[in-house]
């Protein structure tokens, strides 16, 4: 079952569900509209690596907005850290975003019950496209989960700002455990 | 929870889910599988979010309209589609993703309220030709929890959308055109 609007607002007033700072004027009918947050990285080697980490390259949207190029991959963060210990998150774009050629995150729409943090936005224009740091660009959505609840311990818990892919650390873990 | 097809038929018969037309024959096992309308909206140019984004529009013809890589197309469905009860995801289908072809550019939730025929976001990944009416992709409808507050009942911007609407997200940003 998916939150209505309504009951995503009672589960922020009685902590089964944190989203920070909240407005009321950000709730819709059936999710939360999340803002776009200043900080943006980029890769800058040619070829990603998913066994090592990869250099990126940080930079600030400014006050004029900041144009996303077709074939880059941007890594954004939404301004409002968001989790539940309760109800699966599901992250997507919003309409009036996707109307713009804009795809806010890569094939992995679903949290994890017990993540809190600012969520990392894959961020992938089919046009050239400006934006604008505080645009409301996403929404999170929140489903009713079945079964015993055992909250999340990974590698991203606590993001702040964007996060690049961390899979190299289970790399080295396995590796270590294969040594 | 996912309405199965069945639940779906019968949720329309009570009056719970518009769609219109409608055609039994489209019910799937936990979905209805809507189809792509006659008109499309092309967006070559750059784009800002604070600005009416330009655009040409085209009638699919009967022989189809070959879609083209880095170009963002807007459509529409045949359907309007809608539930005061249940919020609803739209998606393509797996024959739609085996062409290249993605529907909906990451933003798949219908609030409940939406009673709309819906503007689709459409990119390719190679040229593909596509025709008119075609079965394009899936529609599921979902329990909800909690008091519904409709999407009719919230000023929101496409309450009432007849056919495709351009994003009028410029409305919310200042300095944006209003």
Same mark, same amino acid.
């Given at each position: 079952?998916?939150?209505?609007?309504?009951?995503?607002?009672?589960?922020? /007033?009685?902590?089964? &569900?944190? !989203?920070?700072?909240?407005?009321?004027? /950000?709730?819709?009918?059936?999710?939360?509209?999340?803002? &776009? +947050?200043?900080?943006? &990285?980029?890769?800058?080697?040619?070829?990603?690596?998913?066994?090592?980490?990869?250099?990126?390259?940080?930079?600030?949207?400014?006050?004029?907005?900041?144009?996303?190029?077709?074939?880059? &991959?941007?890594? +954004?963060?939404?301004?409002?850290?968001?989790?539940?210990?309760?109800?699966?998150?599901?992250?997507?774009?919003?309409?009036?975003?996707?109307?713009?050629?804009?795809?806010?995150? !890569?094939?992995?729409?679903? +949290?994890?019950? +017990?993540?809190?943090?600012?969520?990392?936005?894959?961020?992938?224009?089919?046009?050239?496209?400006?934006?604008?740091?505080?645009?409301?660009?996403?929404? !999170?959505?929140?489903?009713?989960?079945?079964?015993?609840?055992?909250?999340?311990?990974?590698?991203?818990?606590?993001?702040?700002?964007? /996060?690049?892919?961390?899979?190299?650390?289970?790399?080295?873990?396995?590796?270590?455990?294969?040594? | 929870?996912?309405?199965?097809?069945?639940?779906? %038929? %019968?949720?329309?018969?009570?009056?719970?889910?518009?769609?219109?037309?409608?055609? =039994? %024959?489209?019910?799937? =096992?936990?979905?209805?599988?809507?189809?792509?309308?006659?008109?499309?909206?092309?967006?070559?140019?750059?784009?800002?979010?604070?600005?009416?984004?330009?655009?040409?529009?085209?009638?699919?013809?009967? $022989?189809?309209?070959?879609?083209? =890589?880095?170009?963002?197309?807007? #459509?529409?469905?045949?359907?309007?589609?809608?539930?005061?009860?249940? %919020?609803?995801?739209?998606?393509?289908?797996?024959?739609?993703?085996?062409?290249?072809?993605?529907?909906?550019? $990451?933003? =798949?939730? #219908?609030?409940?309220?939406?009673?709309?025929?819906?503007?689709?976001?459409?990119?390719?990944?190679?040229?593909?030709?596509?025709?008119?009416?075609?079965?394009?992709?899936?529609?599921?409808?979902?329990?909800?929890?909690?008091?519904?507050?409709?999407?009719?009942?919230?000023?929101?911007?496409?309450?009432?959308?007849?056919?495709?609407?351009?994003?009028?997200?410029?409305?919310?940003?200042? #300095?944006?055109?209003?």
């Amino acid at each position: 079952m998916i939150l209505t609007g309504p009951e995503i607002t009672a589960a922020a /007033q009685d902590g089964r &569900l944190r !989203i920070t700072p909240f407005a009321p004027d /950000q709730v819709n009918p059936n999710s939360y509209n999340v803002r &776009l +947050g200043p900080t943006v &990285l980029t890769y800058t080697a040619d070829v990603l690596d998913a066994h090592q980490p990869n250099p990126t390259r940080e930079f600030t949207i400014g006050p004029d907005g900041y144009v996303l190029q077709p074939g880059e &991959l941007y890594l +954004g963060h939404t301004i409002e850290e968001v989790g539940s210990d309760t109800f699966v998150p599901l992250l997507f774009g919003r309409s009036s975003v996707g109307r713009l050629g804009l795809f806010v995150e !890569i094939t992995a729409p679903i +949290g994890d019950i +017990g993540f809190h943090g600012q969520w990392t936005l894959m961020l992938t224009p089919i046009r050239p496209l400006r934006v604008y740091a505080g645009m409301r660009i996403g929404q !999170i959505m929140f489903f009713a989960s079945v079964g015993t609840i055992a909250l999340y311990r990974g590698k991203y818990q606590a993001a702040g700002g964007p /996060q690049p892919s961390r899979y190299w650390r289970d790399v080295t873990k396995l590796r270590a455990v294969a040594s | 929870m996912i309405l199965t097809g069945p639940g779906i %038929a %019968a949720a329309r018969a009570s009056g719970e889910i518009t769609i219109e037309p409608y055609d =039994p %024959a489209r019910l799937s =096992p936990n979905a209805y599988d809507w189809c792509l309308g006659d008109t499309l909206r092309i967006c070559d140019t750059d784009l800002d979010a604070a600005t009416p984004t330009p655009y040409s529009e085209t009638t699919i013809p009967t $022989s189809g309209l070959v879609l083209q =890589p880095g170009v963002l197309y807007l #459509g529409v469905t045949h359907e309007r589609t809608g539930s005061e009860t249940y %919020a609803q995801f739209l998606n393509g289908n797996r024959t739609i993703g085996a062409l290249g072809i993605w529907v909906h550019v $990451s933003a =798949p939730l #219908g609030h409940q309220g939406h009673a709309i025929h819906w503007t689709l976001e459409i990119r390719a990944a190679r040229p593909v030709r596509v025709h008119p009416r075609m079965t394009f992709g899936k529609l599921v409808f979902l329990h909800c929890l909690g008091t519904p507050a409709s999407y009719q009942l919230h000023g929101l911007k496409y309450t009432a959308t007849a056919g495709i609407d351009i994003s009028r997200l410029y409305e919310e940003l200042a #300095g944006g055109t209003t």
